[in-house]
């Protein structure tokens, strides 16, 4: 299974998203979700939304493997 | 070099930060420090940029409470790699970076940089590169509440120019 997190903006549309889901992609998540949380994917598609595996920014094509940590991030605002 | 990164929920001092990058050593002739404070004016400050207007409270408004979460593990990461490309630029001799995360009010401390140096040239830029990269790169992310109800804050174009002002650019 992947965990899956969503911070800032997106945590608020991801709240009754599983925090565990299948799939090989950070592509494939978003497209799981697309059904079911529209309002989401819609934020996940803005072109500023990067996406980390295992704490690293990857690209929305990087392979994802059992036990795999991804997150969203939406733009950063801190400091 | 030293270097000290932290992310904490609790208050720091500027005043023992400051101690601790002039004690570094003998060497250090120039220490620059910088701390970031929350505005009670956060949010309309933002407006007419790219934030979305109709979003925006007026000016005057009151943030209640500025709350700032951050990814744990890839925040710090993210930080170090920051400092790490600050001293390959610069030559420093200490840098502290300190952000604070969790529930903040009105003129609480958010951020504090600080860097030591040899000589000033190098303390100042090097500063001014943190804060930059910082605010841009690292996993934090604000909002606010007032009247219950939270606003994420939105990122700004001006913090982005700021920050890729620092490409290409060489200090050689």
Not at chain 2, 27 to 33: I, L, N, P, Q, S
Not at chain 2, 40 to 50: M, P, R, Y
Not at chain 2, 93 to 112: C, E, M, N, Y
Not at chain 2, 131 to 154: C, H, P
């Amino acid at each position: 299974m992947i965990d899956v997190l969503f911070f800032g903006r997106l945590g608020d549309f991801a709240k009754q998203v599983p925090a565990t889901m299948q799939a090989l992609t950070p592509a494939e998540i978003r497209d799981l979700l697309a059904a079911d949380f529209p309002d989401l994917v819609r934020e996940l598609n803005q072109p500023q939304v990067l996406v980390s595996v295992n704490k690293m920014i990857v690209g929305w094509d990087q392979p994802l493997f059992d036990g795999s940590e991804v997150a969203f991030l939406p733009p950063v605002t801190g400091g | 070099m030293t270097d000290r990164i932290r992310i904490q929920q609790q208050d720091f001092d500027l005043a023992e930060e400051y101690q601790l990058l002039r004690q570094t050593d003998s060497t250090v002739g120039a220490v620059v420090t910088f701390a970031g404070l929350v505005r009670d004016f956060e949010l309309a400050s933002e407006k007419g940029s790219e934030a979305d207007p109709q979003g925006q409270p007026a000016i005057g408004d009151c943030i209640d409470l500025l709350s700032l979460q951050h990814y744990p593990g890839m925040t710090e990461s993210l930080l170090k790699a920051i400092v790490e490309q600050a001293n390959e630029r610069w030559n420093l001799i200490a840098t502290t970076v300190i952000h604070r995360v969790g529930d903040l009010s009105p003129k609480d401390q958010i951020v504090l940089v600080g860097v030591a140096s040899r000589h000033r040239a190098d303390a100042f830029e090097a500063a001014q590169f943190l804060m930059d990269y910082l605010k841009t790169q690292a996993t934090f992310w604000k909002s606010v509440r007032r009247n219950g109800e939270r606003q994420w804050i939105e990122s700004k174009a001006s913090d982005q120019q700021a920050a890729a002002r620092w490409d290409g650019s060489s200090n050689e």
